[in-house]
């Protein structure tokens, strides 16, 4: 067998982008065009391409590392096969990636973005979000948002404040995932600079109206991966908990989509690839479009906003704000011995202090945070407790 040197490794990267030229679709995202904050030279060691460095970044960020902690829908709850943020983004990876290979998709940038778009989630799922975002805009730094956060770690927190400078069209798939909004139809916004990219970033954090839309199709695959992601995963959830039962699932729906995950997933990936296949922009059919909209707002009233699940919700808003006082003190009173001296703020660059407030060093410490971490920053006896369905 021949040997290949590191020359040779550099010369098969050149026909890996070669043959992305031929493969891919027309409207795809060739590595060769990722665009870095700082352009890097390629090490003539590195055989990767741009996308799989950034997907490599990523996984190997301590942000990544905490997902397995973190709350995706139910915390608080005593059940290992619930749903956790680590699974979620894996299934929201393998859904993209599945669409993106049937629509000859940059199958690196879908990674990347897929992996990385809940990297800002706070412990607590969308309640903690939602806590965080009310003290942020009280102390006016901007309202909370866990895809603004997810950026904002990747770029300025990890690396104790280096970042990973990754491409601009990963950065961008991540901030404009937003899974909450539906859409029939979304095609990408091409040409973006990171100009326009922060313009989007402060945009969002004012609360001024903005629509996030991606830069690439890969972009727009992760936005709708993340909903098929998500949605019939928790209906497994909540019948597992005995919060719905089957038969409650819209009538509609289930005729459309069928009444398993598995039904449900396979019924709007094949959909999204039928309707997409070829074209500019990613998109339902409208029969499908209309019953995924029907199971998102029986989710939402059934699920999300099920009050069995939000019984320790006011102790935890509470822990939140003593918390988030608290650090803000120990900041002020230069208490080396804190936890967000200690966990945080020890060896941060001379950067990332000089450009964060206080308050923006508190909201990325809380931020960061799995659940059982925030939950040891206070005596058992003020913990909430474990919620029994």
């Known amino acids: 067998m021949e040997k290949y040197s590191r020359d040779s490794l550099e010369k098969l990267t050149g026909i890996l982008d070669h043959r992305e030229a031929d493969l891919l679709a027309d409207f795809a995202t060739r590595s060769i065009d990722g665009i870095r904050r700082f352009p890097e ?13 950034d997907v490599d970044r990523i996984l190997h960020s301590m942000a990544y590392a905490r997902y397995i902690d973190k709350t995706q829908v139910f915390y608080l709850i005593k059940n290992d096969h619930i749903t956790h943020r680590m699974l979620h ?129 890969e972009g727009c695959v992760v936005r709708f991966s993340d909903t098929v992601s998500y949605i019939g995963r928790d209906i497994e959830d909540a019948i597992r908990l005995g919060l719905i039962r089957r038969s409650d699932l819209p009538r509609k729906s289930v005729r459309c989509l069928g009444d398993t995950n598995g039904k449900i997933v396979y019924s709007l990936v094949s959909d999204i690839i039928l309707n997409s296949y070829g074209r500019s922009y990613v998109s339902f059919s409208p029969d499908k479009s209309e019953a995924l909209t029907l199971l998102k707002k029986f989710n939402y009233e059934r699920i999300y906003s099920n009050s069995l ?12 704000k003593e918390m988030f006082d608290r650090f803000l003190d120990d900041i002020s009173l230069k208490k080396s011995s804190s936890p967000v001296f200690k966990n945080f703020i020890g060896g941060m660059s001379d950067d ?38």
């Open 41 to 53: 030279e390629r090490l003539a060691s590195d055989y990767r391409q741009n996308f799989a460095v």
């Open 89 to 217: 983004v894996q299934l929201v990876s393998r859904v993209a990636r599945t669409i993106g290979r049937f629509l000859g998709l940059n199958e690196d940038l879908i990674e990347a973005i897929a992996i990385g778009h809940d990297i800002g989630h706070p412990p607590f799922g969308h309640d903690g979000e939602r806590i965080l975002s009310e003290i942020c805009s009280c102390l006016n730094i901007g309202q909370f948002h866990h895809n603004v956060q997810s950026v904002h770690f990747l770029e300025k927190v990890e690396r104790k404040g280096r970042g990973w400078n990754l491409c601009l069209q990963t950065l961008d798939g991540i901030l404009c995932h937003d899974g909450e909004i539906h859409n029939l139809r979304v095609e990408p916004h091409r040409g973006k600079r990171f100009s326009d990219h922060e313009l989007e970033i402060e945009h969002k954090k004012s609360g001024d109206p903005v629509s996030l839309i991606p830069m690439s199709l």
């Open 309 to 320: 699940i939000k019984k320790e919700l006011g102790r935890i808003e509470q822990l939140f």
């Open 352 to 389: 990332y202090m000089a450009d964060h407030c206080p308050e923006e060093i508190v909201r990325d410490f809380i931020a960061g945070m799995t659940d059982h971490y925030f939950l040891r920053q206070f005596p058992e006896e003020l913990r909430p407790q474990p919620i029994s369905l």
